[in-house]
C-alpha cells in the first residue's frame, strides 16, 4: 500500500513569515493529494488539493507544489497568520487515502 | 456542519466491554472510511466501504469489525476493548472511491476506555 512521509513534524515560525511542509509518497499510481488542517479536538478540513497533471496550485496564501518524478509534494502558506496555527496533514489517494504523521505549525504573533 | 454525522460524540467505557460507533456519510456519497487517531498521532486508515461493499482494509485489528448499510450508513464495531484503543475515531465520507474525490470528515467519536 501507499507509504506518506512527512517533515518536518513540529514548525514554529514567527507571523508573516513563510512556513513550509514536505511530503513524499511510494505508489507512483498516486494522483491525488490533498492536504488537511485540524485546530485541536477538531475534524480534519480539505484546505487544497492538487492532481498529478498539474504541478503547481495556489488558493490565496496557500500553494501545493507537486514533483511527480521524485514522488514528493509540498505546502507553501505564506504572510502566516496566528490562526493558521493548527496540525497539517499530507495524504496521497490510491483506492484509499493514506495520510502522513503530521506537522504541527505554531505561528507567534 | 460538514454533513457527515458521527454518534456517538464521546464514549466512555471499561476494558473488555464492546462499543458501536455510528456514521452517516453525506448525502450523496456512497464511500466510506474509518480513521484512528490516537493523542498527538496521525490518522490511521482502518477500513473502506463503497456502496456496502468493503473496499479497502488497513491496520485494523481483528477485534475491531465494521459494515455498511444499504441505506449507507456505517458503523464501527469495538471488542474486547484495551486501554490502548482510546482515541479518537473518524468517520470520513466521499462520492466515490476512485482517486481524485477529497474526503469530507465527521466530528469524531472521543472513546476513552477504562
Known amino acids: 500500500g501507499e507509504n506518506v512521509e512527512q517533515h518536518p513534524s513540529t514548525l514554529s515560525v514567527q507571523e508573516g513569515d513563510s512556513a513550509v511542509i514536505k511530503c513524499t509518497y511510494s505508489d507512483s499510481a498516486s494522483n491525488y493529494f490533498p492536504w488537511y488542517k485540524q485546530e485541536l479536538g477538531k475534524r480534519p478540513q480539505l484546505i487544497i488539493d492538487i492532481r498529478s497533471n498539474v504541478g503547481e496550485k495556489k488558493d490565496q496564501r496557500i500553494a501545493v507544489t507537486l514533483n511527480k518524478t521524485a514522488k514528493h509534494f509540498s505546502l507553501h502558506i505564506t504572510e502566516t497568520q496566528p490562526e493558521d496555527s493548527a496540525v497539517y496533514f499530507c495524504?496521497?489517494?490510491?483506492?484509499?487515502?493514506?495520510f502522513g504523521a503530521g506537522t504541527r505549525l505554531t505561528v507567534k504573533p | 456542519d460538514s454533513g457527515v454525522t458521527q454518534t456517538p460524540k464521546h464514549l466512555i467505557t471499561a476494558t473488555g466491554q464492546r462499543v458501536t460507533l455510528r456514521c452517516s456519510p453525506r448525502s450523496g456519497d456512497l464511500s466510506v472510511y474509518w480513521y484512528q487517531q490516537s493523542l498527538d498521532q496521525g490518522l490511521q486508515f482502518l477500513i473502506q466501504y463503497y456502496n456496502g461493499e468493503e473496499r479497502a482494509k488497513g491496520n485494523i485489528l481483528e477485534r475491531f469489525s465494521a459494515q455498511q448499510f444499504p441505506d449507507l450508513h456505517s458503523e464501527l464495531n469495538l471488542s474486547s476493548l484495551e486501554l490502548g484503543d482510546s482515541a479518537l475515531y473518524f468517520c470520513?465520507?466521499?462520492?466515490?472511491?476512485?482517486?481524485?474525490?477529497?474526503?469530507?470528515f465527521g466530528s469524531g467519536t472521543r472513546l476513552t476506555v477504562v
Open positions: 495524504a496521497a489517494s490510491e483506492d484509499d487515502m493514506r
Open positions: 470520513a465520507s466521499s462520492v466515490a472511491p476512485d482517486r481524485g474525490h477529497g474526503y469530507t
